[in-house]
């Protein structure tokens, strides 16, 4: 379904997830998301994406997105009307990440990334459970599934244990 360079980023996040193995990092989301997005920074850079940035919490209004919703981190080209078109270009993927979140929570998380993926065409959403051995996606049933992806993540005995 996605091409080469979209797998070798699902690859980067799924390397970041596995890279973070303090405990101090599942104390708290934030914490998780400031190590998350530099581990996931440097694993981009590496496969020479120099056109795309992480950035954290980037807001998104009504009026010049369409949607009210403030991502935990996306990975795009930023808007520059000398580059790009619309705000709906260079969108690849939208990231929202919660600390021990039950499926009402999490299902709200797939319902902000589907409204992302349809209203700014990111072409994936990723769900990360921080803490947590359910992601919860299998019980989904919005749009765009097909463009999800959600990784459940916790510490076991000292050692990252990533679950789908």
Known sequence: MFDKEMEEILQAIRDSISSISHPRFYE??????????????????????????????????????????????????????????????GNCVVIELKLRANQK???EDFANLSDMCEKLDYQMGVFINIGSNESHLSEFEGPHKERMRAFAVQLEEGEVVIYK
């Open 28 to 89: 708290t989301e934030r914490g998780y998301q400031g190590e998350f997005g530099a581990e996931l920074r440097c694993r981009l850079k590496k496969l020479v994406l120099d056109d795309y940035f992480v950035e954290h919490e980037h807001q998104k209004n009504l009026k010049e997105h369409g949607i009210k919703i403030r991502p935990d981190l996306v990975i795009h080209i930023p808007f520059e009307e000398s580059v790009l078109d619309s705000r709906s270009e």
């Open 105 to 107: 929570r999490a299902i």
